[in-house]
């Protein structure tokens, strides 16, 4: 399985509800390219997850296969799972 599905990040991410870590945050997700599913795996685990945009970007555009940036935060008893995009420049959002 390709670390980057859905499937594979929802996997990790239930190991270590499992494994019964209160908080789980990752830091790679939320890219506008198709290649990261981090907010997708998320909403598997938890469907009703928050995963609002932090930027918009014009859907096809150069890099752009999604239409933004997400974050995610959500709880699958007895975890907090939070995803925040990397830390690169094209991830964020630029403040006004």
């Given at each position: 399985?390709?670390w980057s599905?859905?499937?594979?990040?929802?996997?990790?991410?239930r190991?270590?509800v499992?494994?019964?870590?209160?908080?789980v945050?990752?830091?790679w997700g939320g890219?506008c390219?198709?290649k990261?599913?981090?907010?997708?795996g998320?909403l598997?685990?938890?469907?009703?997850?928050?995963?609002?945009?932090?930027?918009?970007?014009?859907?096809?555009?150069?890099?752009h296969?999604?239409?933004?940036?997400?974050i995610?935060?959500?709880?699958?008893k007895?975890?907090?799972?939070?995803a925040?995009?990397?830390?690169?420049?094209?991830?964020r959002?630029?403040?006004k």
């Amino acid at each position: 399985m390709h670390w980057s599905s859905a499937d594979a990040i929802a996997s990790a991410l239930r190991r270590a509800v499992n494994e019964g870590f209160g908080l789980v945050i990752t830091t790679w997700g939320g890219w506008c390219e198709d290649k990261d599913r981090t907010i997708e795996g998320l909403l598997e685990l938890d469907p009703t997850a928050a995963t609002p945009y932090i930027i918009r970007y014009e859907k096809g555009k150069g890099r752009h296969e999604k239409d933004g940036v997400r974050i995610g935060v959500g709880y699958v008893k007895p975890s907090f799972i939070i995803a925040l995009p990397d830390r690169t420049r094209r991830s964020r959002p630029e403040w006004k």
